[in-house]
């Protein structure tokens, strides 16, 4: 493959490194850019390139297609290196020194929640791919529009709703721990019935009280939060939820990573809950790292490559078959949410781009409030509109389980398209 060159603003500084990924462009005067900071080092480096790899590879049909308004679209990609005040001022320079047309949203609460005033300020549009914490929604701000199901704080509905509706020997003691990161907090709120408040001013948010755990009839016998960064007693972990006697356990990471360091955990000290229940590992580095051992665990997920839905892109049908068949030619598997998640958002910009001819970003942001469940964006995640905060209209997260080397989806079950039988209970270690 021919190599091309990227342009990466590094700390303000300008490189240009030589990859194969992503298209060049030397007639900068005549293309629309498209602003993004990606964590591509870093904490989240595994699915903030990923999250890369879905707008490049929209990017690219587009273009196939004749770009936008008679242009090329050009993607200028920032590294902020999972860091927040690196995040905040790359999105500063998109604006006011590179002039970009249209931004394009980060992977993570923690980078999202921060860069959102600064959108807001400039009145750019913020299409949010990874970052559903409730907070980032309550700020008023109407710029935000989040392509992923639910907010965070709703997600532990589905993980209790599955054991709920479709474990026969229910489970009756739960462990929830959870890394001490904006978004697995967030699904923790929900999960444990806290009160959500506003970083800085302390105003309620929501309170969810008492908890999915309570309303589902478990009793919660072990709660742990681990830092952030650097955590590495994962076996003492473990072996505090063996102690504890917990029959089903939720983990709510920040990266692919600890999922696995955290499964793998659980295998050495030999725990055998009846369910495990994780917020990451739907990435085939989790299959790749846990082997026959990923078999029965549970996984929230915005995405399936199975999933009927109907998209467009360039004009044309572009389904989850055709997305999830383009990206097998290219890249010989299957294609995985954090790939999915910005494909989607692309698409739906790209929808209202070509409805409004335009990219200013008040006509482009008018035409997306203005979409209903009945005249929606299409794309491979399914139908987009959204509420006056920016949270998606009657979406929620897929539940999905690793069945061999197959990632299956078993819940809700009125998705719209067939479930897999569950694996219940999981089997022993």
């Known amino acids: 493959m021919t190599k091309k060159l990227i342009r990466l603003n590094l ?161 009756t003691k739960a462990a929830v721990v959870h890394a001490d990161d904006f978004f697995a907090n967030s699904i923790a709120n929900g999960l444990l019935g806290k009160e959500v408040r506003m970083p800085g001013s302390g105003d309620l948010v929501e309170d969810m ?28 972990l473990a072996n505090s ?16 990573e600890e999922a696995t360091q955290f499964t793998r955990a659980l295998k050495t000290v030999r725990h055998n809950p009846k369910h495990i229940i994780l917020s990451q590992g739907t990435q085939m580095e989790f299959l790749e790292g846990m082997g026959d051992d990923a078999n029965g665990v549970i996984v929230m997920s915005a995405y399936h490559h199975k999933a009927p839905t109907k998209g467009l892109l360039a004009g044309m049908q572009m389904n989850n078959a055709d997305f999830a068949a383009e990206y097998n030619i290219t890249n010989g598997k299957v294609p995985d949410e954090d790939v999915a998640i910005t494909f989607a958002l692309c698409q739906g910009i790209d929808q209202a781009v070509r409805a409004t001819g335009s990219v200013d970003d008040q006509t482009i942001m008018d035409w997306l409030h203005a979409r209903t469940p009945e005249d929606p964006v299409k794309t491979v995640l399914g139908n987009f509109s959204w509420d006056d905060r920016g949270l998606p209209v009657g979406k929620s997260f897929l539940m999905v389980q690793w069945q061999g080397d197959e990632l299956e989806f078993v819940y809700p079950i009125n998705e719209g398209f067939k479930t897999a039988d569950l694996i219940d209970p999981r089997p022993e270690w």
């Open 11 to 171: 700390l303000g500084l300008t490189a240009f490194i030589a990859l194969s990924l992503f298209p060049i462009n030397n007639a900068q005067s005549d293309t629309i850019k498209i602003g993004a900071s990606m964590p591509l080092t870093g904490n989240f480096a595994v699915p903030g390139t990923k999250h890369l790899e879905g707008y490049q590879m929209c990017v690219d049909v587009i273009n196939r297609h004749g770009g936008w308004l008679g242009k090329e679209v050009e993607l200028l990609i920032s590294d902020n290196r999972s860091d927040t005040e690196t995040a905040i001022s790359q999105y500063e320079r998109f604006i006011n020194v590179d002039n970009v047309d249209l931004t394009f949203g980060t992977f993570s609460s923690k980078l999202t929640f921060p860069i959102s005033p600064i959108l807001a300020k400039y009145n750019a549009i913020h299409p949010i791919p990874s970052g559903g914490a409730i907070r980032i929604f309550s700020q008023g701000h109407k710029n935000l529009f989040y392509f992923q199901a639910s907010a965070a704080e709703y997600v532990g509905s589905n993980m209790v709703g599955l054991i709920e509706d479709l474990v026969d020997d229910k489970p």
């Open 209 to 236: 009280s008492p908890g999915y755990i309570v309303s589902a009839g478990m009793e919660l016998v072990y709660h742990e939060q681990w830092p952030e960064e650097g955590f590495s007693d994962w076996l003492v």
């Open 241 to 256: 939820i063996k102690n504890s006697g917990a029959d089903v356990v939720i983990g709510l990471m920040a990266s692919p």
